[in-house]
């Protein structure tokens, strides 16, 4: 699988967001939440990105966590297989006041897609 993150394989529409959330279970890091809905009915998977504006009121530190959490889970995607039966949606939210190191987020979104793959 190709470490890309083509405009497909993100999770966007209001229908598509609102069954993630309804329908989705929560796991969470010390930094991150993430929510995830199994069987999405497609052949692959699909995540957003959510960093509070409450908590960074500043859009460059906004930006900057949001770039981080997509590249480690396109650098890691191939941790959480699409299943036959169909993918699955995914939502990281950032979930910490400070701004964490790539380093600290990858091995975070790491240990999210392996209990996603567990299941």
């Known amino acids: 699988m190709a470490a890309t993150l083509p405009k497909a394989e993100r999770l966007s529409g209001r229908s598509a967001?609102?069954?993630?959330?309804?329908e989705g279970r929560w796991e969470?890091?010390?930094?991150?939440?993430?929510?995830?809905?199994?069987?999405?009915?497609?052949?692959?998977n699909r995540i957003?990105?959510?960093?509070?504006?409450?908590?960074?009121?500043?859009?460059?530190?906004?930006?900057?966590l949001k770039r981080r959490m997509r590249e480690a889970y396109r650098t890691q995607k191939?941790?959480?297989?699409?299943?036959?039966?169909?993918?699955?949606?995914?939502?990281?939210?950032?979930?910490?006041?400070e701004v964490a190191p790539?380093?600290?987020i990858r091995e975070e979104v790491a240990q999210l897609l392996g209990k996603l793959a567990a299941r």
Not at 17 to 22: C, E, K, M, Q, Y
Not at 83 to 94: E, H, K, L, R, S
Request: glycine letters at 6%.
């Open 78 to 97: 191939d941790l959480l297989p699409a299943g036959q039966a169909g993918g699955t949606d995914i939502m990281f939210v950032f979930n910490a006041r």
């Open 28 to 44: 969470h890091t010390s930094h991150l939440r993430c929510c995830f809905r199994q069987d999405n009915g497609l052949e692959y």
């Open 17 to 22: 967001i609102s069954a993630l959330l309804t």
């Open 102 to 104: 790539f380093d600290v």
């Open 48 to 64: 957003m990105v959510s960093v509070p504006k409450r908590w960074f009121k500043r859009a460059v530190r906004r930006n900057l």
